[in-house]
């Protein structure tokens, strides 16, 4: 597997945090955007980005992405034999289910360069991204160790007018945790994504998403 290899997920301990939906609208744009070779290996039990994958192409679309749904255990040793064929490949991650630390998401998040963690603006959302921010703290260790590239931000999804918003912001300030400057609204257009199309395509997409993508490449660019 080449060092050179963009290794990313888009990842929290806690389901419903959008954070399937945002892997296929970030990989999708890449794709067509910046013309990347990207994967998405989908190793989620609920296997939301295989389905819309597979829908697509059964509805004769074709997917800007390719998409492979595998279990953890094989990820290691596909990224090795097949790796190189991408320039990024996205590791959608099954929920933290133990409070302490889950091995199978520590094991698939020492594959990534790199880490986008979606925070909703609730207190029982934080709570849980907390317990996350101790695993990642792990991984960043091991990885600094062996020399391999490590990082991680938090950004704020589905964010709204709620005072929650701005108690998570002033949180993760206060613990040093790098934040996104950029983050994605409570909006429509964030609740129907796509393989097949870029949601840059349309005038929505590119004043609503274009700053968090352009972040967002500028940090997988920097791995």
């Known amino acids: 597997m080449s060092r050179s290899l963009i290794i990313a997920s888009i990842a929290n301990s806690k389901g419903g945090c959008g954070k399937s939906t945002m892997t296929m609208f970030l990989a999708a744009a890449l794709a067509k955007e910046k013309s990347k070779k990207v994967l998405i290996v989908d190793t989620d039990e609920q296997r939301t ?9 059964a509805s004769g679309f074709n997917p800007l992405v390719t998409v492979e749904d595998l279990p953890p255990r094989k990820v290691l040793n596909y990224l090795q034999k097949y790796g190189s064929d991408y320039d990024i490949v996205f590791i959608d991650i ?18 990534c360069n790199t880490v986008f ?3 909703i603006g609730t207190q029982v ?12 703290e792990q991984v960043k260790t091991d990885r600094i160790e062996l020399e391999l590239p490590f990082s991680y931000s938090t950004f704020i999804n589905r964010m709204n007018r709620r ?12 613990q ?3 934040a996104m400057e950029n ?4 909006l429509k257009i964030f609740t129907i994504p796509s393989l097949s ?8 997409g590119q004043r609503r998403f274009k700053p968090f993508f352009t972040e967002a490449c500028k940090q997988l660019k920097n791995k």
Do not use: C, H
């Open 49 to 57: 980005i295989t389905d819309i994958w597979e829908g697509e192409k």
């Open 94 to 111: 099954p929920r933290v289910t133990a409070k302490n630390g889950d091995e199978v998401a520590a094991m698939l998040l020492s594959y």
């Open 117 to 119: 963690v979606p925070v």
């Open 125 to 136: 959302d934080l709570l849980s991204t907390i317990d996350f921010l101790k695993l990642l």
């Open 163 to 174: 005072s929650e918003n701005d108690m998570v912001k002033g949180y993760l300030k206060s």
């Open 176 to 178: 040093n945790v790098t």
């Open 183 to 186: 983050n994605l609204q409570d």
């Open 197 to 204: 199309s870029s949601i840059l395509d349309t005038k929505d």
